[in-house]
C-alpha cells in the first residue's frame, strides 16, 4: 500500500498559485498561499475560498436509513427535514467521541454524513457496521465530491452572481441542489470560520471550473484563496472544536460542553446510550473540567498540551492556541477545572516553557459575527 499522501481535483490549480502544502490526515494540501493573517482577516472582511475536498463524504440511502444512523448516531436524524442539516456525534459504547459530523438530509430516504478527514475510513466503517441490522445502503462516496468552501461577509454576493439557486431562501445548516457556474453541485450553508458562507460538493472533474468561476466572479470583493492554516484560526476564533484537540475519544460529548447534541428523547437504542446517560448525570451533579476560552495579557501563544494554571497548581490544558488576527492577541481554548472556569477568574495562566503567562479567562466563542 502506498503512503503517498492523496491529492485532491485542485491540486495542480494550488501548485498554481503557489501554494505551501502540507500533508493533513493523509492528503496533500494548501497550508496557506501567502500570509496566513491576510487569509484570515480576508475571510473576516471580505471572502475567502478554500478546498475541503479531504472531507470524508458517506451516503446511507434506503427505507430504513434514518433509523440505521438514529442508532449509530447521537443525535436525532428522524427531525432533521428534506435539504436541512444537523451537527451531530458518533460516538463509542462508552461515549467516547469517534468524530463530529455534519448529517445532510438529501431526499426521502437519502443522508449524507460528512466526517473529517482524519477520522473518515473509521467513521465509515463503524456506520457500516451499525447500519447492518437495518434495510439501508452505506456507500463511500469520498472519491464522489470534491468540496470548496466560499466564506466570509462577501459570499452571498459573490455566489450570487454564478448561480440562479434561491441563495436567500436558504437557511443556515441547509443544502439545496442547484447549478453554479454550470456546474451541478449541492449548495450548502454551513462552514467552520464563524462568518456566513457556503460549501459546494460537486464531482472532481468540475471542481477546477468551479473554482476558477468563483476567482473570477470575486476579484471585486476581495476574494482570495485560503489554505487551512487560516482554517484553524478562524474556527478558533469561533470557538468551534477541532477533533483531535478539542473533542477525543477519551471524552464524552458532555466533557466537551456539548451534551446538546446528544438526543435521549429519541426512538430506540443507539451506540453509546447507557454510557452516556451516565455521563450526564455526572456532569450535571459534579461537572468535570470545562472548555473555556483564554486571552493573552503578553505575547507568547500557547500550544495543545500546555499547561493552565492557577496558585503554582495545574487546572487544565490547552487544547488549541494561535496568534488572533482579529483580537490582536494570542488565543488558546483550554479544559480547566470547573473552579477556575468562570470567565474573568482571577489569577490564571499559561506555563508556556517554565514561564507563568497570564490569561485572562473568557466564554467562547472569541468572535461573533454582527447578523
Known sequence: MSNAPRLTALDALHRSLGATMTDFAGWDMPLRY??????????????????????????????????ALNYALVGNIATIGPGRARYTMICQEDGGIVDDLIVYRLGETEYMVVAN?????????AITERAAGFDAEVRDDRDAYALIAIQGPESPGILKSVT??????????AGLPGTVAGVPALIARTGYTGEDGFELFVAPEHA??????LTEAGQDAGL???GLSCRDTLRLEAGMPLYGHE???????????????VKFEKDGDFVGREALEAAAEKAAANPPRKLVGLVAEGRRVPRAGFSVVADGEVVGEVTSGAPS?????????AYVDAAHAAPGT??????????????????????????
Open 247 to 261: 473533542l477525543t475519544t477519551a471524552l464524552t460529548p458532555f466533557d466537551a460542553g456539548l451534551g446538546r447534541v
Open 164 to 173: 440562479d439557486a434561491d441563495l436567500d431562501g436558504l437557511k443556515y445548516y
Open 325 to 333: 488576527p482579529t483580537l490582536g492577541k494570542p488565543i488558546a481554548i
Open 224 to 226: 482570495v484563496p485560503c
Open 34 to 67: 501567502g500570509s496566513e493573517r491576510d487569509e484570515h482577516n480576508a475571510v473576516r472582511t471580505r471572502a475567502g475560498l478554500f478546498d475541503l475536498s479531504h472531507m470524508g463524504e458517506i451516503t446511507v440511502t434506503g427505507p430504513e436509513a434514518m433509523k
Open 208 to 213: 477546477e471550473r468551479l473554482w476558477r468561476a
Open 117 to 125: 478527514a482524519g477520522n473518515a475510513q473509521i467513521v465509515l466503517d
Open 346 to 371: 482571577a489569577g490564571v495562566g499559561i506555563d508556556i516553557r517554565g514561564t507563568h503567562e497570564a490569561y485572562e479567562v473568557v466564554a467562547l466563542p472569541f468572535y461573533k459575527r454582527q447578523k
